[in-house]
């Protein structure tokens, strides 16, 4: 299991920017898949982005294809996630999490996971 906190969170206006980074304690946290989850209030935990161990691949889900980038910097234990054009349903708590399925885009597929942190988008 690796230990991971995210920071970056915040109170935003639609139309915003934020980046979020996933700082993680791993002697070898190169060789884990990355992943950013959010769940609102009452809604489901739903996949946000996922990155490979070296950054080589990347994937999306569909409501944030186009405006959110993920990205990883191994020799700083990091990975980022760079969200722009913000929406006021992009409110949630946003959660990094490691895990070492290839391309996973379940929740129940990462072992190790981030407190998480509050994104608000204000209309």
């Known amino acids: 299991q690796v230990q991971l906190v995210e920071t970056g969170g915040g109170l935003v206006q639609a139309g915003g920017s934020l980046r979020l980074s996933c700082s993680a304690s791993?002697?070898?946290?190169?060789?884990?898949?990355m992943g950013w989850f959010r769940q609102a209030p009452g809604k489901e935990r739903d996949f946000v982005a996922g990155?490979?161990?070296?950054?080589?691949?990347?994937y999306y889900g569909d409501f944030v294809k186009g405006r959110f980038t993920i990205s990883r910097d191994n020799a700083k234990n990091t990975v980022y996630l760079q969200m722009n054009s913000l929406k006021p349903e992009d409110t949630a708590v946003y959660y990094c999490?490691?895990?070492?399925?290839?391309?996973?885009?379940?929740?129940?597929?990462?072992?190790?996971w981030g407190q998480g942190t509050q994104i608000t988008v204000s209309s």
């Open positions: 990155i490979s161990y070296y950054g080589g691949s990347t």
């Open positions: 791993a002697r070898t946290f190169s060789s884990y898949t």
């Open positions: 999490a490691a895990g070492a399925v290839l391309r996973s885009v379940v929740a129940d597929q990462y072992n190790s």
